[in-house]
């Protein structure tokens, strides 16, 4: 028997940020670099929410930072932060200034999505590229909480310890096709859901940057799910409308998560996109 409580995620590097927090990470491959940053939710790890994805990048050429943000996955998680996008992206950027990173390729999923425009708004000399698949932060806070995924979401976090039974209900509205779920998935996420702290969630603020998404200059690759319940799919126009050099992808039978429904599509347009890129 092992005592790690993330014997189920992979282990990796960990970076102690000047700011006092100490952040897990994958560094798989070489060649140009990406760094994947997964979305929010109970449980949440960069492993868990790319596992099918970062291999095949790497087998492509491309080195791959796979960050466990803070309150996730094997990186700190403390009680006493507030969890909102500043913080993220202070953490970001001082993960890519202490580790030599530069001309990053950005790739985010939900949260992540809405971190890596942070990121590239506040810090536009670090990134190169970006990818998103349903991100955040081109919505009012409430809008989101209309959202069915979300509500379901509150809900069964607030019933209080987190089973495998309450993970699968949390984690449904997730795919379009539920039958996705694994017991690895499952497993993997409560794991780490158990050490989770209530501010992380109670905290998070990101606010709207639809407004200033007219000042990201470098080429974005956007994905969406028809059928996702927890980011309306109507924000794609939002990008397309103000970003001048972005492109989304409009996936059908599939819900917040693209690169797990659609992992093979998804691996193949975004190296598509890396490899030979063309205006957008």
Known sequence: MTNDPFSHLPEGHYTDLENGIRVHHLDIGTGPTVIW?????PGASGYSNFKGNYPVFAAAGFRNIVLDLPGFGRSDKPDDVHYN?????????????????????LL??????AIALGQTLAHPETVAKLILMAPGGVEERETYFQMEGIQRMVSIYNEGTMDKDKMRKVMSLQLFDANGLTDDILTERVAV???????????????????????IKVDCLGFWGTNDCFNPREGMYKFLDNMPHCKFIMVNQCGHWVQVEHK?????????????????
């Open 37 to 41: 940053l997964h979305g929010s939710g």
């Open 85 to 105: 996008l500043d913080f993220f992206v202070e953490c970001l950027n001082l993960f890519i200034r202490q580790n030599e990173l530069s001309d990053c390729i």
């Open 108 to 113: 985010g999923n939900s949260l992540g999505g």
């Open 193 to 215: 859901a158990k050490t989770q702290p209530d501010n992380l969630f109670n905290t998070m603020m990101v606010p709207n940057m639809t407004e200033r998404l007219h000042e």
């Open 264 to 280: 093979d599509y998804f691996n193949r347009m975004c190296l598509d996109f890396l490899l030979h890129p063309t205006a957008c």
